[in-house]
């Protein structure tokens, strides 16, 4: 990592992933590029969870390489006295696998939802019921995980936070 006065430990990391909104993943395509998606993620452990559907580029790329990289965003803060932003961000290597089996993708729906939907729970038996077949479940294991943060301005001070006017 370039700017080490801004590296966060593992532990910090995890924290971002479990609590960003979203994340965006990164796989790699037929012909090597990056291909880039928005998903809702879960960790149990070392493992994130997220769902999709059954096909699709995102899922044609994992099956052919599982390798992965994975970019959470936690609290962001644009400074109101600086041209900068505070923020807290986790990366992930990892390589993914498909998630077949129908108790370990319940039960990663059910963390996911859980996490996500936490009010809704009361009918996720019945969405499970409908949906199980036609979902699709991932499991990148967390090889690599760095995490940072940007809390204070180049001078050491820390920044002005407030509603923008506009």
């Known amino acids: 990592m370039r700017r080490k006065d801004r590296e966060m430990d593992a532990g910090f990391a995890r924290m971002v992933l479990d609590k960003c909104e979203w994340a965006v993943l990164a796989t790699v395509g037929a012909d090597g590029a990056p291909y880039c998606v928005p998903v809702t993620i879960v960790r149990d452990g070392e493992t994130l969870y997220f769902h999709s559907a059954k096909a699709g580029e995102k899922v044609e790329d994992l099956a052919r390489d599982g390798r992965v ?10 400074a109101l006295d600086a041209f900068t932003t505070e923020f807290e961000s986790a990366v992930v290597h990892g390589t993914a696998r498909e998630v077949t089996g129908e108790a370990e993708k319940t039960e990663a729906l059910r963390l996911l939802c859980q996490r996500h939907v936490p009010t809704n729970m009361g009918a996720f038996d019945d969405a499970i019921a409908q949906s199980l077949r036609r979902t699709g479940g991932w499991a990148p294991e967390m090889e690599r995980v760095t995490g940072k943060r940007k809390k204070y301005g180049k001078d050491g001070k820390e920044l002005k936070f407030g509603a923008m006017e506009g």
């Open 69 to 78: 990289c994975l970019t959470a965003v936690g609290d962001t803060k644009i």
